[in-house]
């Protein structure tokens, strides 16, 4: 863990600053980087957000959106190859090892300037020079709060900034539920409420937001898609490239379905595996003592925390279903005996 006289001292001259955050990003992702960005700004730095690819549309709201840098390897690789060589500062957010950034992270490596880590996943690759690195934290979102308010600046924490970081702690926390919702997140909200933000209205941009076809899409995947195996207190979903072609689904639409299978009482366990073209996307979520950060790190080539992670199979769909099943008996006892109250924080 670096100091905040650290960083103080790093931007205490205007810099040529870089922000870069998570493949796909979310809203703490996206919320973490465009207040940081909207507050560096603030303090005369030359910033440009960098996202290593597209985001839902749910968040086009956010302050500083217009300006943001979408990564795309072939219509804009040398132009963001630039911004990065350039950069004297590079802040990495919601991200613990960049192969989460995709060929930005190579890029990054190599890059000349200092780099800076605000993050809150576990198991964090030791790649920057400055690390803020919290896995008790809820949100990224939280921490860029803390290093704001830290470095004596809360009062240019706006609207526009403070409603960032919101969007990023109400989602990370499933809307203040999870076990990672402390009393410090709380303390914070009623800061950035004192700062002018709307709650509702972020919330309602966010969740109340989605295209009649999603919802359509949402009744079919319920009715047609959901499995669930009483005897691993497991459910999951599987979708086939095919169906979300025909749902015409977009950046964002399969965002939190995994939270449905997850809401049936019992399950203490649940996946959804999504056919993208390069690979099978997982996301897992679980309540309780049982890890998916652990199990996705350990048969699917992710992580995460402790009650929400993701995973990566390059088999196709059915083999990766077959594979995920068969992996259950191993984990039944503790599937079976997961005690409700969890003792790790999630996000
Ligand atoms: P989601 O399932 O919503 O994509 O992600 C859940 C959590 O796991 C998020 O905090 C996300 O950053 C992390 N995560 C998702 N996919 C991966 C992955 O492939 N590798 C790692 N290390 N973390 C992931
Ligand atoms: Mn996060």
Redesign the pocket.
């Known amino acids: 863990m670096s100091t905040i006289a650290e960083l103080k001292e790093l931007l205490a001259q205007p810099r040529q600053i870089f922000i870069t955050t ?1 493949h ?1 990003p ?1 809203a703490d992702a996206l919320g973490s980087s465009l207040g940081l960005a909207g507050y560096l700004r603030k303090k005369g730095h030359h910033v440009t957000v960098v996202t290593p690819s597209d985001y839902p549309d749910f968040l086009a709201w956010m302050p500083g959106n217009e300006g943001v840098v979408v990564y795309d390897p072939r219509r804009n690789d040398a132009q963001v190859r630039a911004i990065i060589n350039e950069a004297e500062v590079l802040f990495c957010l ?4 960049l192969n ?1 950034i995709s060929e930005l992270g190579e890029y990054v490596r190599a890059a000349a300037g200092t780099k800076v880590l605000v993050d809150h ?1 576990q198991e964090p690759e030791d790649f920057a020079q400055l690390d803020f690195s919290n896995p008790k934290a809820a949100a990224t979102a939280e921490l860029i709060f803390e290093i704001i308010r830290d470095l004596g600046d809360q009062d240019l924490i706006d609207t526009g900034i403070g409603e960032c970081l919101y969007a990023g702690i109400m989602t990370d926390t499933g809307s203040f539920r999870h076990p990672s919702t402390s009393r410090n997140v709380h303390l914070i909200i009623a800061e950035l409420l004192s700062a002018g933000i709307n709650l509702s209205d972020v919330h309602r941009r966010i969740y109340d937001s989605h295209s009649e076809e999603r919802l359509r899409f949402l009744g079919f995947v319920l009715k047609d898609k959901l499995t669930v195996l009483r005897e691993y207190n497991t459910a999951y979903i599987a979708i086939t490239a095919d169906e979300l072609r025909q749902y015409h689904s977009k950046t964002g639409d399969t ?1 939190g379905l ?1 939270n449905f299978a997850l809401s049936i009482e019992g399950i203490v366990f649940a996946a959804i595996l999504i056919d993208r073209k390069q690979a099978i996307k997982i ?2 979520r679980s309540v309780g003592g049982f890890s998916v950060s652990e199990f ?1 790190r350990r048969h699917f ?5 402790h009650n ?5 199979s390059h088999e196709p769909l059915d083999k990766t279903v077959t594979r995920f099943l068969e992996l259950l008996p191993e984990y039944q006892s503790q599937l079976v005996a997961a005690p409700l109250a969890a003792a790790h924080p999630a ?1």
């Open positions: 998570h796909k979310d919601d991200f613990s090892c989460r996943h965002e995994v996301s897992f996705s080539s992710g992580g995460g925390h929400a992670a993701g995973g990566i996000a």
